[in-house]
């Protein structure tokens, strides 16, 4: 039997994904994560819980609500969906030898997509677990070259064993800790008294090893890569936005990122892109194949970078880096992740691809801002503003111009696109996603402070959302929502 032919330049991988026969979904809460990507690939669909264009997106399948257990995660809506009925259906109808994407996943999705004769592409959900693993990144991250905020890891007896285990690896007494697993805000505590211990005692003692790391004054910075049978390759270099209280009610939490082509120094973007690079190849190394994500600190003092977090999947950045126009000119970072798949043979200049997509003049200048309610109350939504494109006028008011679901219909900076989560009727709490803004243009000033402009569309968006107070006790199905759907 002749060797299979190999795609050997860009030309061709893009060819291959236009005539891509095989039909493959992108299942999860919505499809901002891989927002666009079904314009890359041909018989790529997403299937979604929650709809963000009232019906009118081609290719988002949403089924219709069906009585389930309380969802306590994005696993739990992926393993809902998989086994609605409506879901199965049209996946059977559409045919061939479906494969699934997800934004999470756990073992009990990969037996459902086997149950529906689907194949999972991506590594195995055990393996994808114990990397996600924040103690065991600094691990991988140290076998790699990649160092860390100064830390120690260790199982916390009390507050009184917290300042011995600091003392012993000299970090003092300002200190940052993490657990294992979880979102940023949510497990990240900062220490700097046995008051502050107190306070998330709970979320600490008996919650095995945790990562106490000596506090320094950081930017957050973001870069994704992909590692590939042929090596990794590697995004650029995005801003972070982190607990701004416009945003988010969380002190440590991601509420968006910015890439602009000088985002940061020089030396720290290359910095970033030979640690990610080594990273990666560490990862090839550990049976990891495919998206991933890390997160840096930047001292802000030292200009130091030190590895933050890894995320070994598609995240809340990937819309930002698919869409911007290196990914254009050649191809979306996803788009190497659904090759790397594939099985399909191909043979890519590594280096080359690396060294492009490094280059400024490759890259353009958006914003993403994850706007959540973040006042501490609970209440009903009775009107809530639709996907699309709104515009600013001069006097700052924010009016919805057109449906569209394509983020580059963004003409100006006086425009953005608008994702709407939550929609009239469903209850708005605490840290509940609303929606996400894109814009043109930068969304922090040099001083990692919100624009004016920012301000403005935040203010202007939460207008058009209204709602009741609740009457009555809590809804029982409220608990179900409250995780972030990104």
């Given at each position: 039997m002749p060797a299979r032919r190999k795609l050997r330049n860009i030309s061709e991988v893009r060819r291959y994904f236009h005539r891509f026969e095989e039909p493959v979904y992108f299942v999860s809460a919505t499809n901002f994560n891989l927002l666009g990507l079904d314009e890359w690939v041909k018989n790529l669909k997403f299937i979604s819980y929650i709809d963000c264009y009232d019906g009118q997106h081609p290719n988002v399948f949403c089924p219709s609500e069906q009585p389930h257990a309380e969802f306590q995660s994005i696993e739990d809506i992926n393993n809902y969906l998989l086994q609605h009925k409506e879901v199965i259906d049209y996946i059977e109808q559409r045919g061939g030898n479906p494969k699934l994407i997800f934004l999470m996943f756990d073992e009990e999705t990969e037996k459902l997509a086997e149950e529906i004769g689907a194949k999972v592409w991506f590594p195995k959900a055990k393996l994808r677990n114990r990397i996600d693993n924040k103690i065991e990144t600094v691990r991988i991250g140290n076998k790699a070259g990649v160092p860390s905020v100064p830390n120690a890891l260790s199982e916390i007896k009390d507050y009184d064993h917290l300042l011995k285990v600091a003392e012993k690896a000299g970090l003092g007494r300002d200190l940052v800790l993490q657990s294992a697993y979880g979102d940023s805000g949510h497990t990240t505590f900062f220490i700097k008294s046995e008051a502050d211990f107190r306070k998330h005692q709970h979320e600490i003692i008996d919650h095995g090893e945790i990562k106490v790391m000596k506090r320094i004054n950081c930017r957050g910075a973001a870069i994704e890569a992909c590692a590939t049978k042929e090596g990794t390759i590697v995004g650029?270099?995005?801003?972070?936005?982190?607990?701004?209280?416009?945003?988010?009610?969380?002190?440590?939490?991601?509420?968006?990122?910015?890439?602009?082509?000088?985002?940061?120094?020089?030396?720290?973007?290359?910095?970033?892109?030979?640690?990610?690079?080594?990273?990666?190849?560490?990862?090839?190394?550990?049976?990891?194949?495919?998206?991933?994500?890390?997160?840096?600190?930047?001292?802000?003092?030292?200009?130091?970078?030190?590895?933050?977090?890894?995320?070994?999947?598609?995240?809340?950045?990937?819309?930002?880096?698919?869409?911007?126009?290196?990914?254009?000119?050649?191809?979306?970072?996803?788009?190497?992740?659904?090759?790397?798949?594939?099985?399909?043979?191909?043979?890519?200049?590594?280096?080359?691809?690396?060294?492009?997509?490094?280059?400024?003049?490759?890259?353009?200048?958006?914003?993403?801002?994850?706007?959540?309610?973040?006042?501490?109350?609970?209440?009903?939504?009775?009107?809530?503003?639709?996907?699309?494109?709104?515009?600013?006028?001069?006097?700052?008011?924010?009016?919805?111009?057109?449906?569209?679901?394509?983020?580059?219909?963004?003409?100006?900076?006086?425009?953005?696109?608008?994702?709407?989560?939550?929609?009239?009727?469903?209850?708005r709490y605490e840290g509940a996603d609303l929606g996400i803004l894109v814009l043109r243009g930068r969304g922090m000033t040099d001083r990692f402070t919100l624009t004016e402009r920012s301000q403005r569309w935040i203010e202007g968006i939460r207008r058009h959302y209204l709602a009741e107070p609740l009457t009555g006790g809590l809804p029982d199905t409220l608990a179900e929502h409250q995780f972030k759907y990104l």
């Open positions: 650029p270099l995005m801003t972070e936005l982190v607990g701004f209280k416009e945003l988010t009610p969380y002190r440590g939490g991601w509420c968006g990122n910015e890439i602009f082509a000088n985002a940061f120094s020089a030396r720290v973007r290359d910095q970033a892109r030979a640690y990610t690079f080594a990273f990666g190849e560490q990862l090839r190394k550990e049976g990891y194949r495919g998206y991933f994500e890390l997160d840096f600190l930047v001292d802000t003092k030292t200009r130091d970078i030190y590895l933050g977090e890894l995320n070994p999947r598609i995240t809340g950045a990937s819309s930002m880096t698919n869409h911007a126009a290196f990914a254009h000119a050649d191809a979306p970072l996803a788009l190497f992740h659904l090759l790397e798949f594939s099985d399909k043979p191909f043979n890519l200049d590594i280096g080359e691809l690396n060294g492009r997509w490094a280059d400024p003049e490759n890259i353009d200048s958006w914003c993403q801002m994850v706007i959540k309610h973040t006042d501490d109350s609970i209440d009903r939504i009775t009107r809530a503003p639709q996907t699309g494109i709104w515009s600013m006028r001069e006097n700052g008011e924010v009016v919805f111009d057109r449906f569209d679901y394509h983020r580059r219909a963004v003409s100006s900076e006086n425009e953005a696109f608008f994702l709407r989560i939550l929609k009239t009727g469903d209850y």
